[in-house]
């Protein structure tokens, strides 16, 4: 396929469920986890959870770094922003996340504080050579996909020697905390998610490539197939993982074979392990500390790395009791489950994180699950 409609196409859709209706054994049950919110974000936008079988669930994960971002680290954002003499750089939707006792870096930027909106760190490195009289901090988040461009910026700053540009990392790992959701025993219990397989991100396996899975699938005996972004993408995957389940096999494989490799971007994985190395634990909203699942500034960068510049301590934070974000994040529970889904809580309004980024479980079912669970009432 080279275009994105035939990746759309309705009849090879309906061809394709009848595929995998006629593979599913009626028998037992599949449940498989879309770890990634762009999976999430299309599996409610095209519907595909109608054109699966009964016994077919697809449970959706933690992957969308704003929702994974714990409150306390929001919190520690909103203090760093309120130093006078700080500029604090962050994507768009990261301002809307609530942190404690409802606060928010917008709301933070509307009491006086110096918070600016940025597309890429490269804005964030522009603001800083035109503010030399002020600390310009890039507050960072995302996974392995959006880290090789932090790295970038930190060795440009590095060059060029600008003294007022810091970084804070929360950049996150995606193989450490798909093994924590499966053997952690914290997360263990009768609300524990038990899944058959995962979908793998696939923006992630850009970077690293599927090799990283691999020890994953064998030591958990979990299937794990990396799939597009399209209906037809993740369709075949699920197909895919049927066929691994069936025959009992846990290995990784790839349908995305248009963009990931076994060993991915090997120029991008240098550049991040010369800037970042691997902290020994680092806390997910919903999955409390998860080994060897975030980066740091490596100690050569320390003059470039705003939590040890200015002390950034992570606090215990005010969670909004109500809030099921933590539930929906290791998929122990479905949006529609909160109480204030979709009355207090909406995608203008966001009382949790899951609500605030395209790729939120809960912003997701907001902007189209809704409609077909009104049809089916
Ligand atoms: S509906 Fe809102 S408050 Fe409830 S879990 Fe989702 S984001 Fe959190």
Same mark, same amino acid.
């Given at each position: 396929?080279?275009?994105?409609?035939?990746?759309?196409?309705?009849?090879?859709?309906?061809?394709?469920?009848?595929?995998?209706?006629?593979?599913?054994?009626?028998?037992?049950?599949?449940?498989?986890?879309?770890?990634?919110?762009?999976?999430?974000?299309?599996?409610?936008?095209?519907?595909?959870?109608?054109?699966?079988?009964?016994?077919?669930?697809?449970?959706?994960?933690?992957?969308?770094?704003?929702?994974?971002?714990?409150?306390?680290?929001?919190?520690?954002? /909103?203090?760093?922003?309120?130093?006078?003499?700080? /500029?604090?750089?962050?994507?768009?939707?990261?301002?809307?996340?609530?942190?404690?006792?409802?606060?928010?870096?917008?709301?933070?930027?509307?009491?006086?504080?110096?918070?600016?909106?940025?597309?890429?760190?490269?804005?964030?490195?522009?603001?800083?050579?035109?503010?030399?009289?002020?600390?310009?901090?890039?507050?960072?988040?995302?996974?392995?996909?959006?880290?090789?461009?932090?790295?970038?910026?930190?060795?440009?700053?590095?060059?060029?020697?600008?003294?007022?540009?810091?970084?804070?990392?929360?950049?996150?790992?995606?193989?450490?905390?798909?093994?924590?959701?499966?053997?952690?025993?914290?997360?263990?219990?009768?609300?524990?998610?038990?899944?058959?397989?995962?979908?793998?991100?696939?923006?992630?396996?850009?970077? /690293?490539?599927?090799?990283?899975?691999?020890?994953?699938?064998?030591?958990?005996?979990?299937?794990?197939?990396?799939?597009?972004?399209?209906?037809?993408?993740?369709? &075949?995957?699920?197909?895919?993982?049927?066929? &691994?389940?069936?025959?009992?096999?846990?290995?990784?494989?790839?349908?995305?074979?248009?963009?990931?490799?076994?060993?991915?971007?090997?120029?991008?994985?240098?550049?991040?392990?010369?800037?970042?190395?691997?902290?020994?634990?680092?806390?997910?909203?919903?999955?409390?500390?998860?080994?060897?699942?975030?980066?740091?500034?490596?100690?050569?960068?320390?003059?470039?790395?705003?939590?040890?510049?200015?002390?950034?301590?992570?606090? &215990?934070?005010?969670?909004?009791?109500?809030?099921?974000?933590?539930?929906?994040?290791?998929?122990?529970?479905?949006?529609?489950?909160?109480?204030?889904?979709?009355?207090?809580?909406?995608?203008?309004?966001?009382?949790?994180?899951?609500?605030?980024?395209?790729?939120?479980?809960?912003?997701?079912?907001?902007?189209?699950?809704?409609?077909?669970?009104?049809?089916?009432?």
């Amino acid at each position: 396929m080279k275009y994105v409609d035939e990746l759309r196409d309705g009849a090879t859709a309906r061809r394709l469920a009848a595929a995998i209706a006629a593979e599913a054994d009626p028998d037992r049950g599949y449940r498989f986890m879309e770890f990634c919110g762009g999976h999430t974000h299309a599996v409610f936008r095209y519907g595909v959870p109608d054109l699966l079988p009964p016994n077919v669930h697809l449970i959706h994960g933690p992957g969308c770094p704003v929702c994974v971002l714990p409150v306390g680290r929001v919190d520690a954002a /909103i203090e760093l922003a309120r130093r006078p003499e700080v /500029i604090l750089c962050t994507y768009g939707d990261l301002l809307r996340v609530p942190g404690s006792r409802r606060s928010s870096l917008l709301r933070a930027r509307a009491e006086g504080a110096d918070v600016r909106m940025v597309y890429s760190p490269a804005d964030s490195l522009r603001i800083a050579r035109e503010h030399p009289d002020r600390e310009v901090v890039f507050f960072a988040i995302g996974f392995e996909t959006t880290t090789p461009p932090t790295a970038v910026v930190v060795r440009r700053a590095e060059a060029e020697g600008l003294a007022n540009f810091s970084v804070v990392s929360n950049h996150v790992l995606t193989p450490p905390a798909m093994a924590h959701l499966l053997d952690s025993p914290e997360l263990d219990g009768p609300a524990a998610p038990s899944l058959d397989g995962f979908i793998g991100p696939s923006h992630v396996s850009t970077i /690293i490539g599927s090799a990283p899975y691999e020890p994953f699938a064998r030591e958990h005996g979990r299937p794990v197939v990396i799939a597009g972004f399209e209906p037809l993408d993740v369709m &075949q995957a699920i197909r895919m993982l049927i066929r &691994q389940v069936n025959a009992g096999r846990a290995e990784v494989e790839n349908e995305y074979t248009r963009a990931v490799t076994r060993v991915g971007n090997r120029k991008a994985q240098e550049l991040v392990s010369a800037v970042f190395a691997v902290r020994e634990s680092f806390e997910w909203r919903g999955m409390g500390s998860v080994p060897g699942s975030g980066l740091e500034v490596r100690p050569e960068y320390a003059h470039l790395d705003a939590e040890r510049r200015f002390g950034v301590a992570v606090g &215990q934070p005010r969670e909004n009791r109500a809030c099921i974000c933590p539930s929906v994040l290791r998929g122990a529970a479905r949006p529609t489950e909160c109480t204030l889904f979709g009355t207090t809580c909406t995608p203008d309004h966001p009382m949790g994180s899951c609500m605030v980024s395209s790729e939120g479980a809960c912003a997701a079912h907001y902007a189209y699950g809704r409609t077909r669970e009104r049809a089916e009432a």
